[in-house]
């Protein structure tokens, strides 16, 4: 009996490990001299993580996995990021020659979930990118 219970307890660890985003761990990303650099990065959570929202930033897209992250590098000035499912955030950024952060999550929509972006400052933001992966193509 005990063994049964280790087989499928080793079971679900491996799939649920699975669930993650596969890839190098993160890296800081360097731009021309008068751009900034935005992180959007979502923090694995087992909710959501069949949804994969494209999130965009200034024309560029990626569709981030539970535990990546994408650097979008943009010109200074003001630009927006948007996500979408059944419906939209859309964040507005006076990205001036720096680094930014936003941290997508999803809550509970009608048919499928809903992304949020939420502007993080520097020092969390630090704290939990840390344990995300490079979004891979």
């Not at 490990?17 to 650099?37: I, L, Y």
């Not at 959007?40 to 990626?62: K, M, N, T, W």
């Not at 020659?97 to 979930?113: A, D, K, M, Q, T």
């Amino acid at each position: 009996m005990k063994l049964r219970f280790v087989a499928a307890a080793v079971v679900l660890a491996v799939a649920l490990a699975g669930c993650a985003a596969q890839g190098p761990a993160f890296q800081r990303a360097e731009g021309p001299p008068n751009s900034a650099v935005i992180y959007v990065y979502r923090p694995y959570s087992f909710f959501g993580s069949l949804i994969h929202p494209v999130v965009e930033c200034d024309g560029q897209s990626a569709a981030i996995e539970p535990g990546a992250y994408h650097a979008f590098v943009v010109p200074a000035g003001h630009t927006g990021c948007r996500a979408g499912t059944e419906s939209e955030d859309e964040v507005e950024i006076d990205a001036d020659p720096r680094v930014h952060y936003l941290r997508e999550r999803i809550s509970w929509g009608w048919l499928v979930g809903r992304p949020h972006l939420d502007p993080m400052d520097q020092d969390q933001a630090q704290a939990e990118i840390q344990s995300c992966c490079v979004q891979q193509p």
